[in-house]
């Protein structure tokens, strides 16, 4: 079945540092891709998407690049912010029989320190 | 709704005991999801609603757990007769039908479970 893996954390990184969260995944056909963030408290937050290769994904400062060829949708952003900290989840919407869930990865916590 | 609420926020219940977990999903989204988050895990697929219908229950862990859903709006989440390896936050999320690999889903904050 489909499945999703992404980088085990946590990840702790000064401001201003360069984040890459790698994410990859395994589906059949072509699948939608997505990561979502959970900031402390709060409920998930979609905060980019790509529905096909070679797609760029971005939000916020973060992006994400479809790449079929590695399957992978790796999380990056140029300058981390304090207000980043958050837990990151990759996720894809696969494309078989009729159902439209999404499947997780487990999830990556990030920490920003001042 | 502007959007999905869930309740409520926090149970704490006895184990043995039967819970009810509601989700109201964003006005006219026809598609409902429930999720599973246990503490420094990922999210579980639990079950899929279109409409009142549930094409795909395949993550329900157990035939204590079942869901229901009315009138295209409500969905309740039952689980029976507790265990303490139920204790988590459930997720409920909604989107329109046919759109979710588009623009994603959007979530609830969750109602937290916990069975002492």
């Known amino acids: 079945g489909d499945s999703v893996t992404q980088m085990e954390g946590p990840v702790t990184l000064s401001e201003e540092a360069f984040l890459t969260i790698n994410c990859t995944y395994t589906?059949?056909?072509?699948?939608?891709l997505f990561w979502y963030v959970q900031y402390p408290g709060e409920g998930l937050q979609l905060l980019l998407k790509?529905?096909?290769?070679?797609d760029k994904g971005s939000n916020k400062g973060f992006e994400a690049t479809y790449r079929k060829e590695t399957t992978s949708f790796h999380l990056e952003k140029g300058s981390v912010q304090v207000s980043d900290s958050a837990v990151y989840f990759c996720?894809?919407?696969?494309?078989?029989?009729?159902?439209?869930?999404?499947?997780f990865g487990k999830g990556t916590k990030l920490t920003v320190n001042p | 709704g502007a959007g999905v609420s869930q309740s409520p926020s926090n149970k704490v219940t006895e184990k043995g005991k039967d819970v009810e977990l509601r989700c109201d999903p964003i006005?006219?989204?026809?598609?409902l999801y429930w999720y599973r988050q246990r503490l420094g895990q990922g999210l579980e697929f639990l079950i899929y609603?279109?409409?009142?219908?549930?094409?795909?229950k395949s993550g329900l862990p157990s035939d204590r757990f079942s869901a229901e859903r009315t009138g295209e709006s409500v969905s309740t989440l039952t689980i029976q007769r507790t265990q303490q390896e139920d204790s988590a936050v459930y997720l409920c999320?909604?989107?329109?039908?046919?759109?979710?690999?588009?623009?994603?889903?959007?979530f609830g904050s969750g109602t937290r479970l916990t069975v002492v």
């Open positions: 999320a909604s989107s329109l039908v046919g759109t979710g690999f588009r623009y994603g889903y959007t």
């Open positions: 589906a059949t056909g072509y699948p939608s």
């Open positions: 790509a529905t096909k290769a070679d």
């Open positions: 996720a894809l919407r696969g494309t078989q029989g009729g159902s439209e869930k999404l499947v």
């Open positions: 006005s006219g989204h026809t598609a």
């Open positions: 609603f279109q409409g009142n219908s549930a094409p795909d």
